[in-house]
């Protein structure tokens, strides 16, 4: 019985060490899990439906600013930062496939992660639509505003914190993403 003890508090030991030793990995897990699922309710399953398919982004890469369209109106605009010279963001269309609050950011070169806070870049929403090879794409804020309108990211579009944060709330997995030259 002591051994059975023993072994169990050693197990869980060795996990809570796992989890506290690499909380970016963790976080890192959930962050790149699939879609969170809807709620079982019919009407808001059918609601967030409707609202993906009438509402739409088209993002122009020459103007800099994705446009918010619901059905064929523009409902808003809002200035973006594009992918640098090597960084090019993907041009064609996209679906949203992943929303995440306070993101942990992995550098694309070093591979250093980097948690929620005033350091990441990210800032505080993502919202995920393609990949480039194991790159990410996505819409999120940022910690240095005077960038967005520049063609400084690594393919991302980075938008001002409450420009993203309305368009957090504005999108939904599906919303249908186009980007333009």
Not at 34 to 47: A, D, I, N, R
Request: net charge positive; with cysteine.
């Amino acid at each position: 019985m002591l051994l059975c003890m023993g072994t169990g508090i050693l197990l869980i030991a060795s996990q809570w060490r796992q989890m506290t030793a690499l909380p970016g990995a963790v976080l890192s897990k959930i962050q790149t899990s699939s879609w969170v699922k809807p709620e079982p309710t019919l009407t808001k399953l059918s609601s967030k439906v409707a609202t993906a398919k009438s509402l739409k982004l088209v993002v122009d890469l020459s103007d800099r600013r994705v446009y918010v369209y619901e059905n064929t109106l523009v409902k808003i605009s809002y200035p973006v930062a594009v992918g640098q010279p090597g960084w090019e963001t993907p041009i064609g269309t996209f679906k949203v496939s992943q929303k995440y609050q306070n993101p942990v950011w992995q550098h694309p070169i070093t591979g250093e992660k980097v948690l929620p806070g005033k350091k990441n870049p990210l800032g505080k929403w993502w919202i995920g639509f393609g990949s480039v090879g194991d790159l990410l794409i996505g819409f999120h804020g940022t910690n240095d505003e005077t960038l967005v309108g520049q063609p400084v990211s690594h393919g991302c579009l980075r938008m001002r914190n409450s420009d993203i944060g309305k368009l957090y709330q504005q999108t939904s997995a599906g919303t249908v993403v186009t980007v333009r030259p």
